[in-house]
């Protein structure tokens, strides 16, 4: 089941974290256990812990809907790491080995499907969740979302628990059934705006004399950083832009710039431009001090002067443990 965007939290739903993990379908029967993704691929040799522990903790017989997560310790605080997860993925058994024992990651189950020989997907939603509390105990590396149908806990949600690593609040009917492929889900992202300083630009990789994306960085202590980039244009504009910034290069392209899907493959190649052009852009999160995930443009700010982009501009959440937004009845 899908969710649709909205701008605020909803009346008369059932409302939850919005887990920044990867969406899973897990299927236990006996000691056979298999974890598909929402497109259909097989997660479960990339997690090798979470299918153990859904043999030790899952009922015998079951199918749940859930994220997978990795949780990292930072600044003595618990909370969900989007780079640590995106690393699980990689063709090396004897790097998902290492990596389940150095970043293991955990199951965070939000619907009860089946239990036993019962389908529960005709059920309400209200019904559904007492099984899924009811089946397992939620304490172990299979852990169960929290719930509320008090939409002022949830808007309190939004606002609190950014700082743990999540990115929003899902809203569902508490009375409606389970319809695979439908959006009968409402998802409310955190959304802002701020002004950055174009540090340069990735070449497109089909595209001949047009920009693949676009980097950006903020100042702070005088020193210009790099915080991530803007990705999604058009085919006119990427020409547009290219000549633009083809025009201001200080230097052809180097390696190093980092993006959340780097890996020792690839060098993250850019080209540096005079930090001169400053850009107005919409994005949801900071992952300590980059953009989580990568910004929308919005316009071009020729009345703001570079120096004036800081860190100051970004709203900064408080940071909460991840254990405080696990537990349920809290």
Same mark, same amino acid.
């Given at each position: ?5 909205? =701008? ?9 974290? =919005? ?21 259909? =691929? ?54 998902? *080995? ?68 999540? *990115?929003?609040?899902?809203?569902? /009917? ?5 319809? /695979? ?26 595209? /001949? ?65 005079? /930090? ?5 852009? *919409? ?12 910004? =929308? ?14 860190? *100051? ?18």
């Amino acid at each position: 089941m899908l969710a649709k965007p909205a =701008k605020a939290v909803p009346a008369g739903h059932s409302h939850e974290p =919005k887990w920044d993990g990867f969406r899973a379908l897990v299927f236990r029967d006996g000691d056979e256990v298999y974890i598909g993704s929402r497109s259909g =691929k097989e997660l479960g040799r990339y997690f090798p812990e979470v299918v153990s522990a859904v043999r030790e903790e899952l009922p015998e017989r079951c199918v749940l809907d859930g994220e997978i997560a990795v949780p990292v310790f930072r600044e003595g605080r618990r909370r969900l790491d989007w780079e640590s997860l995106s690393q699980r993925i990689h063709p090396a058994q004897s790097r998902i *080995d290492r990596l389940a024992a150095e970043t293991p990651a955990m199951f965070i189950g939000f619907d009860a499907l089946a239990v036993g020989d019962v389908s529960l997907m005709a059920q309400p939603f209200r019904r559904r969740r007492e099984v899924l509390t009811t089946a397992y105990a939620g304490t172990g590396t299979c852990r169960i979302s929290r719930v509320t149908e008090d939409p002022a806990v949830a808007a309190d949600w939004f606002a609190r628990f950014e700082g743990a690593g999540l *990115d929003g609040v899902i809203s569902k /009917p508490p009375g409606g059934a389970y319809l /695979p492929g439908k959006r009968e889900m409402v998802k409310v992202k955190h959304a802002r705006t701020a002004e950055a300083v174009v540090l340069g630009f990735r070449p497109h990789k089909s595209q /001949p004399n047009a920009i693949g994306s676009m980097l950006l960085g903020l100042y702070r202590d005088g020193q210009l950083a790099p915080i991530g980039g803007i990705g999604a244009f058009t085919t006119a504009k990427r020409a547009e832009y290219f000549e633009l910034l083809g025009a201001m290069r200080t230097a052809d392209s180097v390696a190093g710039e980092p993006n959340r899907w780097s890996s020792p493959d690839k060098t993250g190649e850019w080209v540096p431009v005079r /930090p001169e052009l400053v850009v107005e852009f *919409d994005y949801d999160q900071m992952e300590g001090t980059r953009l989580r995930h990568t910004a =929308k443009f919005r316009r071009w700010r020729p009345d703001r002067d570079p120096s004036s982009c800081g860190y *100051d501009q970004l709203e900064v959440p408080v940071t909460y443990d991840l254990d405080d937004v696990l537990t349920v009845g809290a």
